[in-house]
C-alpha cells in the first residue's frame, strides 16, 4: 500500500519561498493565502548567542487527522494512499477544519470560499509528477514519496537518516511531513505548536 | 554605443557591486572570478561567508550547491552584523563591527602561517611574495585584531584552525555586491590571499577554474575610435577600473561637470539609475545637465519619470535574449530565452531596439544578421550542438575541467599575472602607489544617535525590480527597518511601529515599519533592498518600504578601480507621526 510523505530538509531551506509561489502559481490559490507557508521562529537567546530557524508549514497529512474528524459534512476525508483531501463541493466553508487543525495547515480560500490546504498536488502525482513544491525547490531541500517504499528517497530520509515529525506530548495525530536538521531546530519549532484551545 | 562612437558606457554590475573584487582576485591570481562565481560549494568541506547572504540573496546555482554541500556536512563561517538566514546555519556567526574585515582577514592570515597551517607545497609551486606576507602579518594577532572587529579572538583563532583543517576544501566566498567602504579591492585581495594560503584555488571544494567555451561571431567593421578618451576614469583616475564595464559614477560625475568633456544625452538600459547608484541626488543633477535621456525599461519606475523618451522593453517573456554562456560552472554550459507569446502593446525586445536604433543611424553593419535565431547560430556554431536539441532543453553543458589536477601542461599558465604566479605581494599595485599587501584602515564610527545603514537582499525579490509583482508583492509587499532591542527600548520604539529614517544630511525615507530584533548589533540598522518607489504607475509598489540608495548622501570611492563604497551612510530612527 503506497503511504505518501513529505520530508524537508532544514540544513538545506534557504526560506526562499520558492514553494509558495510555486504552490499558488499551480493551484491559483490568490495572493497572500498559500498552502504552503515559509514560517521562521521567533529567535532565541540574547546577541550574540542565537537560535533560530525557517521551516515550511503545510498540511502534514495525519495519521489520525483532527480536520477530518471535526467535518460536519465529511468534505473531508483520508485517501487510501494517505492523502487528505476536500471535496470542495461538499464543504460548506464552516471553518471547523481550520480551528482543528493543530498545525494552522488550513484556511478558507479567499477565491473559492471552500476550505483549501496541500494536497500534496494529488493530480500531479496522477500524472506521474512531483508536488509543484519539490520540483521548484532551488535547494532541493524537499522530498516526497512512498514512505512504504525501501527504493524511495523518503524511505531512506525517515527510516535511515532519521528525519522527525514535530509532534508533541499534546499533538500526537501522526503527521506525514517530516523534518530532517538541528535536533534543537526541530524542537523549537515543535515548541511553537501548543494545543489549540476546544 | 561603440559603433555609435562612445566609448562611454557603464554598468552597476562593476563599481556599484563587484568591480572590486574582479580587480583584487585578478590582480592575486591573473584573473577575476566572472559570474557565477566559480565556487564549488557542494564539495566543499567549509565555507566562508563574509558580509555574503547566500540564501536571502537567491543565486540559484549557487543555493542548490550551498544547501547540497551543508547537508553533507560542510561546516559554515558567516562574517556579518546581522543574524542572516546563513548565519541560523552556521557553525561560528561572526558578528562582526562593520568595516573591519580586512582586520579580521589579516588576523586570520597570521593564525594560519604562524601555526603553519597553510598548503606549503602548493605555495611553493604556485605562489610568489609569500616572505613579504608573512613579515607582514607578524604583528596582526588576533588580540590585535578582537578589539578592532569586536570578536574574540579565541573565536578568530578558533575559525583560522577550522580552515587550517579542512584545507584546500575551503571556500572563501568572494561575495558580489562589494563595495562597501571604499577599501574594498584590498579587502578582495585579502580573501584571495587567504584562499591562495589555502590552496584553495582550482581545487576541489575550494574555488573551480573556468572552462572556456568557443563563441562564434559575426564579421563587423572595426569600432570607430574615440578621440577624446573615456569620461568615466577608467584607466585614468580610476587606474584598475574595467573599460568593459565601465564606472557609472564616473560618468555621473563627467556629466555633471563637463569635465573632461560635456556629456548631452543618456540612454539608459537594463539597469534602474535612482536605485542602483548612490547619491541619487546627484544623478538627478547630472540628469538636470543632459539634452537627453532616453530610458529602455520593462517597468515605469522612478528614472522614466526624467526621461525624455521610454523606450518599453518586452518582459524576458516575450522576446529572445543573447544566450547565456557560462564558463565558470564545473560543466560550462549555454542557455537559451525563447519568446513563449508576442510582446504586449508596443513594447519591444531589447535586440530590436538596438538594431533598429543601429539601422536608422546607418551603423547596420555591426548588426549582421537578421533574426536572434540566425545571430544564436552563428554564436553556438564552434560549440558543435544542435541547435534544435538547445531550443528543446533551453541550456546544454559540456565537459569542464574545473581542478589544477585537470589542466594539463598544454593548458598553462593558469595564472595571468605578471610573474605567472599567485601574487601574494603585488608589484602591480606598488608601482601604482597602493599597498602591495592589504592593510587595515579604520572606518569612520557612526555618529552619536545615529546607526550604520546596511542593506541587502530579502529572497522574494530582485533588485528593484520584482516589488510591483501581484504573487511577489503579497509575500512582502514592503521592507522593514531592523533594529536592536535595547536601542529601540533606549528610544522607546516599539516593534511594529511606523518610523522615517533620516540620515546626517537630513535626507528622510518613506514610512517603514520597524522590526526590533536580537538578530543585528546595535550600531547598525538594517533594511532589504529595492524599496521606497514612488512611481504611481507602480500600482502595488509606489510609497511602500523605505529606499536604501535615497539615504546614500555619502560614498567612499576606492581609489584602485572607482567603486562606489556604499556603507559609509548613518541613520537615525524618527518615530512617523501622521496616523496610517
Known amino acids: 500500500m503506497v503511504r505518501y510523505a513529505m520530508v524537508t530538509d532544514l540544513r538545506k531551506c534557504v526560506a526562499c519561498e520558492a514553494c509558495t509561489v510555486a504552490c499558488n502559481a499551480e493551484w491559483g490559490v490568490p495572493p497572500g493565502q498559500a498552502r504552503t507557508k515559509v514560517q521562521r521562529t521567533p529567535i532565541q537567546g540574547q546577541f550574540p548567542n542565537l537560535m533560530a530557524t525557517a521551516y515550511i508549514a503545510q498540511c502534514n497529512h495525519c495519521d489520525r487527522p483532527s480536520c477530518v474528524e471535526v467535518c460536519p459534512v465529511e468534505a473531508t476525508f483520508k485517501d487510501a494512499n494517505g492523502i487528505v483531501q476536500i471535496k470542495a463541493e461538499v464543504c460548506i466553508a464552516c471553518g471547523a477544519c481550520v480551528e482543528a487543525c493543530p498545525y494552522e495547515a488550513r484556511f478558507i480560500n479567499s477565491g473559492t470560499e471552500k476550505a483549501d490546504k496541500c494536497s500534496f498536488c494529488a493530480p500531479r502525482l496522477e500524472q506521474g509528477e512531483q508536488p509543484a513544491c519539490v520540483l521548484t525547490c532551488p535547494a532541493h531541500a524537499k522530498f516526497f514519496g512512498d514512505l512504504e517504499d525501501p527504493k524511495s528517497e523518503v524511505y531512506r530520509k525517515v527510516r535511515l537518516e532519521k528525519a522527525r515529525r514535530v509532534e508533541t506530548s499534546q499533538i500526537t495525530i501522526g503527521p506525514n511531513v517530516y523534518y530532517l536538521g538541528r535536533k534543537e531546530h526541530i524542537e523549537l519549532i515543535a515548541s511553537l505548536f501548543p494545543p489549540r484551545q476546544k | ?580
Open chain 2, 1 to 580: 554605443m561603440k559603433a555609435y562612437g562612445t566609448p562611454n558606457s557603464a554598468e552597476p554590475a562593476f563599481a556599484q557591486c563587484r568591480g572590486p573584487r574582479e580587480v583584487g582576485y585578478a590582480l592575486t591570481f591573473g584573473r577575476g572570478l566572472g559570474s557565477p562565481e566559480p565556487v564549488d560549494l557542494e564539495e566543499a568541506k567549509l565555507v566562508v561567508l563574509i558580509g555574503s547572504h547566500l540564501g536571502e540573496n537567491v543565486f540559484t546555482s549557487q543555493i542548490t550547491a550551498f544547501s547540497e554541500g551543508l547537508s553533507k556536512g560542510a561546516k559554515l563561517v558567516v562574517v556579518d552584523p546581522r543574524f542572516s538566514t546563513a548565519a541560523g546555519k552556521a557553525d561560528w556567526w561572526l558578528p562582526i563591527r562593520p568595516g573591519t574585515d580586512i582586520a579580521l582577514l589579516l588576523a586570520w592570515i597570521h593564525v594560519l602561517i604562524g601555526e603553519g597551517l597553510y598548503d606549503k607545497e602548493y605555495l611553493q609551486k604556485y605562489a610568489q611574495g609569500f616572505d613579504q606576507l608573512s613579515a607582514h602579518v607578524k604583528k596582526f594577532t588576533p588580540e590585535w585584531a578582537a578589539a578592532i572587529t569586536d570578536l574574540s579572538a579565541l573565536q578568530i583563532r578558533e575559525t583560522a584552525r577550522a580552515m587550517g583543517k579542512a584545507k584546500p576544501a575551503v571556500v572563501v566566498h568572494p561575495g558580489r555586491h562589494v563595495t562597501w567602504y571604499g577599501d574594498d579591492t584590498q579587502r578582495a585581495r585579502a580573501m584571495a590571499i587567504l584562499t591562495a594560503l589555502l590552496g584553495s584555488w582550482g581545487r576541489k571544494g575550494g574555488i573551480f577554474l573556468p572552462t572556456p567555451i568557443p563563441r562564434g561571431g559575426f564579421e563587423t567593421p572595426d569600432f570607430p575610435e574615440s578621440i577624446k578618451g573615456r569620461a568615466d576614469g577608467a584607466g585614468t583616475r580610476y587606474p584598475l577600473a574595467s573599460k568593459e564595464l565601465g564606472v557609472t559614477n564616473g560618468l555621473v560625475d563627467a556629466t555633471i561637470s563637463a569635465k573632461p568633456y560635456p556629456i548631452k544625452a543618456w540612454i539608459v538600459y537594463g539597469q534602474n539609475v535612482l536605485q542602483s547608484i548612490p547619491q541619487p541626488k546627484r544623478t538627478l543633477q547630472a540628469i538636470e545637465a543632459l539634452d537627453l535621456m532616453v530610458v529602455v525599461d520593462v517597468m515605469p519606475v522612478d528614472q522614466i519619470k526624467y526621461a525624455d523618451l521610454v523606450l518599453p522593453e518586452a518582459t524576458y517573456l516575450e522576446r529572445y535574449d543573447r544566450p547565456t554562456i557560462v564558463d565558470t560552472a564545473k560543466e560550462p554550459f549555454v542557455s537559451v530565452r525563447f519568446p513563449a507569446c508576442e510582446p504586449l502593446y508596443e513594447s519591444k525586445p531589447g535586440w530590436w531596439i538596438a538594431k533598429q536604433l543601429a539601422v536608422r543611424l546607418g551603423l547596420e553593419a555591426y548588426f549582421p544578421w537578421a533574426t536572434p535565431e540566425e545571430h544564436l547560430a552563428g554564436i553556438i556554431e564552434p560549440m558543435e550542438i544542435d541547435a534544435a536539441e538547445l531550443r528543446k532543453r533551453g541550456a546544454m553543458k559540456l565537459p569542464g575541467k574545473p581542478y589544477l589536477e585537470d589542466r594539463r601542461p598544454g593548458d598553462d599558465p593558469h595564472f595571468e599575472t605578471e610573474s605567472g604566479k599567485i601574487e601574494l605581494y603585488s608589484d602591480k599595485l606598488k608601482k601604482l602607489g597602493f599597498d602591495p599587501l592589504p592593510k587595515y584602515t579604520p572606518v569612520k564610527p557612526p555618529p552619536k544617535g545615529f546607526l550604520r545603514l546596511i542593506y541587502g537582499r530579502a529572497p522574494v525579490h530582485s533588485f528593484a525590480r520584482s516589488q510591483n509583482n501581484e504573487m511577489l508583492h503579497a509575500l512582502m509587499p514592503e521592507n522593514e527597518v531592523w533594529m536592536q532591542t535595547k536601542v529601540a527600548q533606549n528610544l522607546g520604539l516599539k516593534d511594529g511601529q511606523r518610523v522615517v529614517l533620516e540620515n546626517t544630511d537630513g535626507d528622510k525615507s518613506l514610512p517603514i515599519r520597524l522590526k526590533v530584533t536580537e538578530g543585528i548589533r546595535a550600531d547598525c540598522a538594517y533594511v532589504v533592498h529595492g524599496f521606497g518607489q514612488r512611481s504611481a504607475m507602480l500600482s502595488r509598489a509606489a510609497g511602500k518600504g523605505a529606499s536604501d540608495t535615497d539615504l546614500m548622501s555619502h560614498v567612499q570611492i576606492d581609489p584602485v578601480m572607482g567603486g562606489t563604497g556604499m556603507r559609509v551612510n548613518f541613520v537615525r530612527l524618527l518615530p512617523h507621526l501622521s496616523p496610517i
